[in-house]
Each structure stands twice: as C-alpha cells, then as structure tokens.
C-alpha cells in the first residue's frame, strides 16, 4: 500500500478484509518488548522511524516503508529519537 492519506489508507485496509483501524503515535526512544497480537496487523510508518525485530531479524522501518505482521507472531519495537507515527490496520 503506498497511500498518502489516512482515508486512502483505510480504504485499501478494508479491501484486503482489514477491520479496525489507528493512527498510533510513539515516543522518542521507546521499546515495546517482545510481544504478540490476537489480530493480523498491516502498517505503514507515516513519521519517524524504528527497528522492528521479528523472529530474530531486526530491519528498521522509515517514513513510507509498511509491514505486516500476522497475528501470534512475536516481535518488538525500538523507536528512534523523534518517536513515530504509524498507521496501522487489524484484521480481527
């Protein structure tokens, strides 16, 4: 997905079967710890950057770059020194 709004977005979210939909805002520096979700999750980093570890293979993500992560899968967030704003897309 390479839209450039929020709405366009949601619109091609909810065409690939996503259902909820954020805009999540992080802090400089913060680290989320490994973790998992109940939901497969599709996101696409809108300000800011972070490295993303999942499964043991950290890549870092920037402004315009997107992942998607399935649900159950572990994975963990360090954010860099001006945080981040994702967009993010579930599929519950």
Same mark, same amino acid.
């Given at each position: 997905?390479?839209?450039?709004? !929020? $709405?366009?977005? #949601?619109?091609?979210?909810?065409?690939?079967? !996503?259902? $909820? !939909?954020? #805009?999540?805002?992080?802090?400089?520096?913060?680290?989320?710890? $490994?973790?998992?979700?109940?939901?497969?999750?599709?996101?696409? #980093?809108?300000?800011? +950057?972070?490295?993303?570890?999942?499964?043991?293979?950290?890549? $870092?993500?920037?402004?315009?770059?997107?992942?998607?992560?399935?649900?159950? #899968?572990?994975?963990?967030?360090?954010?860099?020194?001006?945080?981040?704003?994702?967009?993010?897309?579930?599929? +519950?």
């Amino acid at each position: 997905m390479t839209e450039t709004t !929020f $709405e366009a977005y #949601v619109a091609a979210a909810k065409a690939a079967g !996503f259902d $909820e !939909f954020l #805009v999540r805002e992080w802090a400089p520096g913060q680290v989320t710890g $490994e973790h998992t979700h109940p939901f497969d999750a599709t996101l696409r #980093v809108v300000r800011g +950057n972070f490295l993303f570890d999942c499964g043991g293979t950290a890549r $870092e993500l920037a402004v315009g770059d997107g992942c998607d992560v399935a649900r159950g #899968v572990f994975h963990a967030e360090t954010y860099g020194p001006e945080g981040a704003t994702l967009w993010v897309a579930r599929r +519950n």
